[in-house]
């Protein structure tokens, strides 16, 4: 079962992920012979640690579900997260909406997501929601492992 998220928990986790793929070599978009659109290869479950050794997960879903895992556990029952991708830029905006169950009340927060490889994802995370991050050279940028 799917547990919606705490978008505040989630962006602090987030930025806290400070293992930026600054130096891994990127697998060139344009170059890299991939037919599945980017919401296919997005799909799945991305795994990253901050330098405490603190795990956090995303799970990207299908129909636009979004889950948020810190220390093995989901968070927040009054949240729904969804995500949607722009597919017209590379990196791919990947726009994050937390929608609070009880009060309305919604949250974005922007994603700048490149594939390092099919099994690796560099994320920037934005840090104001009219705003996509346009590179992946400060503190909010982590690198995310695919789980099989």
């Known amino acids: 079962m799917r547990t919606s998220l705490l978008l505040p928990i989630t962006i602090i986790f987030l930025v806290s992920l400070s293992a930026c793929a600054r ?3 990127i697998q060139s978009h344009a170059d890299s012979g991939k ?22 997960d995303l799970v ?7 889950v948020f895992v810190l220390g093995g556990k989901m968070l927040g029952s ?5 995500y949607t991708v722009n597919t017209n830029t590379y990196p791919w905006d990947v726009v994050c909406s937390a929608n609070n169950v009880n009060t309305g009340q919604t949250n974005i927060v922007h994603l700048l997501i490149e594939m ?8 920037a995370i934005g ?6 991050p346009t590179d992946f050279k400060s503190n909010s940028c982590l690198v995310l ?4």
């Open 145 to 148: 492992i695919r789980q099989k």
């Open 78 to 82: 009054e949240w729904k997260l969804t």
């Open 60 to 66: 990207f879903y299908p129909d636009g579900d979004l």
């Open 116 to 123: 390092i490889n099919d099994n690796t994802i560099r994320c």
């Open 127 to 132: 840090d104001n929601p009219r705003v996509v």
């Open 35 to 56: 037919t599945q659109p980017p919401t296919e290869r997005l799909i799945g479950h991305w795994l990253g640690s901050d330098h405490k050794g603190q795990t956090g």
């Open 23 to 25: 130096d891994y070599p």
